[in-house]
């Protein structure tokens, strides 16, 4: 059973999937055919009542489908023609077209012996507005006989359909059941299987665009605590972190590096710390500055001294900001693991299978789906959300579970692990909930990691991964290009 807003994100991501918007529509039509000649063999009158979006789409297409098979149908458009939205759903209109009737809902109801709902789908926000919520009115109080394509029009608010039968496509939604929706039939499209269980890129879809009258800090802030023992490291999170749309980037590390880090770019703001590590010397004046942040990310480059650890964990104890737990840091929270709990649930961990091990005691599985249950369990028992690293990453908070799969081989170099935390505090810090800003930085880092493999192949750094990071937003999440 999906959340509407899953199955909404399947649809508008089918592409990724290797499925056409125009052959999911063509294989609802199909299968709903299929069925309406299983369930009501000709002869009988079926009325199409359909919307202007998807929903009507597939109800042309099955409508198409079906004329000619010893049927009589007819097509009542919700509203004029000129307002179908997508070239699909025209498309399919197109073939269908000799079938609308322009008569009136009523006299259409009495002529019919079979409705067909295809008026909205899942992409309604609110109840019906006019001129469908009259129609669902009308519709009710026909006492016909009423066959619902994905989801009873209106569902799921208090203003619905009330079918006898439901066709719905790849998978029952969240929310219905024989009271709201009749009988349930599930209609495959063609969608892999599992395929809800794979980050897609309609995630992206969840962060907001910057707003015209935006202010710095408007869009995220993020505090990097890192360095010491090496340079690099909270370089590459923050400059990740910067790529993402996000306006100001704190940069605390140890005054043994600070020259080192403040040089990367002046667009990082470099905060100096006293000492060669990481220590509790430093952890008051790491708190200040994470007041002026939205999130904070530890752990990149800090090393594995004793005295690092300590710090880590005392600084954490103290933190009231959503947070990101990367690289040295996960072995000191490893160690007292219970302080990920006063988080409630505004912790993200990052490791990779070693890193695991170090936080939980637990060896990795070499099967995916043993894997995931592990993840799951252990994210659970612990309270916050983890994303386990690896060729297909996996990230749960105990309750979501999914998969991510961008990403290339050339990604196995230095570096990018430290990206994906930068991006993974970036979208912390624009608000979204962990569990989510977890999967949308797994599937944007990997993503930018492809498109770097292209081109450069095998040679790939993980600087290139980083300018690469503006091309995924440009191709999956066009409002965040300037017009």
Known sequence: MLPISEFSALDRSAEFFGVSIAQLMENAGEGISKEILKHHPPPHRLLFVCGTGNNGGDGFAAAHKLAGKGYE???????????????????????????????????LLDWADVVLDCLLGTGLEGKPREPYSGIIKTLNKSR????????????????????????????????????????????????????????????????DSRPEESHKGQNGSVLIIGGGPYVGAPALAGLAAQRCGIDLIYVAVPSSVFTAVAGFSPTLITKELSGNIFTEHSVHTSLNMAQKASAVLIGNGLGDSKETAHAVRFFLKKLNKPVVIDADAIAAVGAEPKILKAFRGRAIVTPHSHEFKELTGKTVPQDLEKRKKLVSAEAKKLGCTILLKGRTDVISNGAETK?????????????????????????????????????????VNGYAGELATAEYGLSMAATDLIWKIPDVFKKFLPEWTEK
């Open 73 to 107: 149908i007819r097509i009542f458009l919700a509203e004029p023609t000129e307002k179908i939205k997508g070239k699909e759903s025209r498309e399919n209109f197109e073939r269908a077209r000799k079938l609308v009737s322009y008569e009136s809902i009523e006299k």
């Open 144 to 207: 016909k006989l009423i066959i619902s394509i994905d989801v009873p029009s209106g569902f799921p608010s208090s203003l619905s359909v009330k079918p006898s039968l439901t066709l719905t496509l790849h998978d029952t939604k969240e929310g219905m059941n024989k009271n709201n929706s009749g009988k349930i039939i599930i209609v495959p499209i063609g969608f892999p299987a599992g395929v809800e269980s794979i980050v897609n890129p309609a995630i992206l879809s969840l962060l």
């Open 403 to 443: 998969t991510n799969i961008t990403g290339s081989r050339a990604m196995a170099v230095g570096g990018t692990g430290d990206t994906l935390a930068g991006i993974t505090a970036a979208f912390l810090s624009k608000g979204l909930e962990p569990v989510k800003a977890a999967e949308a930085a797994a599937f």
